[in-house]
């Protein structure tokens, strides 16, 4: 048998632990062994690496057991708090909010057509050109409105909320 106080060649540690040089090799490349160690060093350091291994917390090859256990957790983790917050009525269906996106666009489109008419019931000097103007304006919100996306949503929420132009329409007295 070896003193294992001294250095050992990868073919004689092979020959010890049961593995071939190249296996040896693979394990110095990988850097869980060193040529520079002692024979008993390399002994501790692949046992190590085995229990580490066995256990699930090392792995070798292309498939990381470590990592895939840990998105595993998380995955499950963020399906919980869905669920939880499903429960809690935090969250819900995109077709739900959908449909009732749907209904609250229709009541303030029904709104937003009101607005002329009230406009000249309360201010009966106004001309049909200034009603028609008052009618544009109520238009491009509407049609800015209704190609809003989700997309630019989120760009309001992470730039600040721009305020569209509007024109003042002063009060020319009755």
Do not use: W
């Amino acid at each position: 048998m070896s003193d294992l106080s001294l250095p050992m060649t990868q073919a004689a540690f092979g020959a010890l632990v049961g593995v071939s040089q190249q296996a040896v090799g693979n394990l110095v490349g990988r850097g869980l062994l060193d040529s520079s160690m002692s024979g008993q060093q390399m002994l501790h350091a692949y046992c190590s690496h085995l229990r580490e291994t066995a256990a699930g917390r090392s792995s070798g090859g292309d498939l990381d057991l470590v990592a895939e256990r840990a998105m595993l957790a998380k995955v499950q983790r963020e399906r919980i708090e869905m669920q939880n917050g499903v429960t809690r009525g935090e969250l819900a269906p995109v077709v739900l909010i959908e449909e009732v996106l749907s209904k609250a666009g229709a009541r303030i489109g029904g709104l937003f057509d009101a607005i002329p008419g009230a406009v000249k019931r309360r201010v009966p000097s106004l001309s049909s050109d200034e009603i028609g103007n008052i009618e544009k304006e109520i238009a491009k919100v509407r049609n800015i409105v209704a190609n809003i996306s989700l997309a630019d949503l989120r760009d309001d929420d992470e730039e600040g909320v721009a305020a569209p132009e509007y024109q003042v329409i002063e009060d020319q007295g009755e």
